[in-house]
């Protein structure tokens, strides 16, 4: 059974880096190449942002609205994936969710189709 | 990148049923997929494709994804289905994903 759990600072001041890790057990980063590994946060009484994901290749994708400042990268051991938030703001307060972007399928009028099945239980990074 | 739409709040009566709807205009988005969260926990997916439901989601929620619509029905609404229903999808054409705002469910 595939588990994630987030890793990293709770305080970050302004205009510093943030850095996080998920770490991946149970399965390998690597083991299906259709599948993502991304970063979510949610900011307290707010909805969910989706900031990037990337693929076992290490092709990565992100949040325009933040991809100035982000940076997502897997680990050789293929265990981990690290997120890096650059310039932080209070804006950046949140709790920071890692998860398994899992492929599912694909359909001739919709195309690849992807869901979120395993998730980390959060970690809350407060700026300071 | 897409954008999706969901009311904000939603309420049913208990063991009535009650429909979440996501919208989406461009029709460049792949299948909506659903989250459910509730307050200090990580979202749960409980919908994904058109109409398939994870291992360990009950019967009583159903999908359907057509056009610029994507909706997420309970049949019989419980008191512990009441949480925050997030819509997910990823856009085609530049494979960024995105979330709606979320629909509070109160199960009354």
């Known amino acids: 059974q595939v588990q994630l759990q987030e890793s990293g600072p709770g305080l970050v001041k302004a205009s510093q880096t943030l850095a996080l890790t998920c770490t991946v057990s149970?399965?390998?980063?690597?083991?299906?190449?259709?599948?993502?590994w991304a970063w979510i946060r949610q900011p307290a009484g707010k909805g969910l942002e989706w900031i990037g994901h990337?693929?076992?290749?290490?092709?990565?994708n992100y949040n325009p609205s933040l991809k100035n400042r982000v940076t997502i990268s897997v680990e050789t051991s293929k265990t981990q994936f690290t997120l890096i938030l650059t310039a932080v703001t209070a804006a950046d307060t949140a709790v920071y969710y890692c998860?398994?972007?899992?492929?599912?399928?694909?359909?001739?009028?919709?195309?690849?189709?992807?869901?979120?099945?395993?998730w980390g239980q959060g970690t809350t990074v407060t700026v300071s | 990148s897409s954008e999706l739409t969901q009311d904000p709040a939603v309420s049913v009566a208990l063991g009535q049923t009650v429909t979440i709807t996501c919208q989406e205009d461009?029709?460049?988005?792949?299948?909506i997929t659903w989250y459910q969260q509730k307050p200090g926990q990580a979202p749960l997916l409980v919908m994904y494709?058109?109409?398939n439901r994870p291992s360990g989601i009950p019967d009583r929620f159903s999908g359907s994804d057509s056009g610029n619509t994507a909706s997420l029905t309970i049949t019989g609404a419980q008191a512990e289905d009441e949480a925050a229903y997030y819509c997910?999808?990823?856009?085609?054409?530049?494979?960024?994903?995105?979330f709606g705002g979320g629909t509070q469910l109160t199960v009354l």
């Open positions: 998860a398994r972007d899992r492929f599912f399928g694909i359909s001739s009028s919709r195309g690849y189709y992807y869901g979120m099945d395993v």
């Open positions: 149970g399965d390998s980063i690597s083991s299906d190449s259709r599948d993502s």
């Open positions: 990337i693929n076992p290749s290490g092709s990565t």
């Open positions: 461009s029709l460049r988005r792949s299948y």
């Open positions: 494709g058109q109409y």
């Open positions: 997910y999808t990823r856009d085609r054409r530049d494979n960024h994903v995105v």
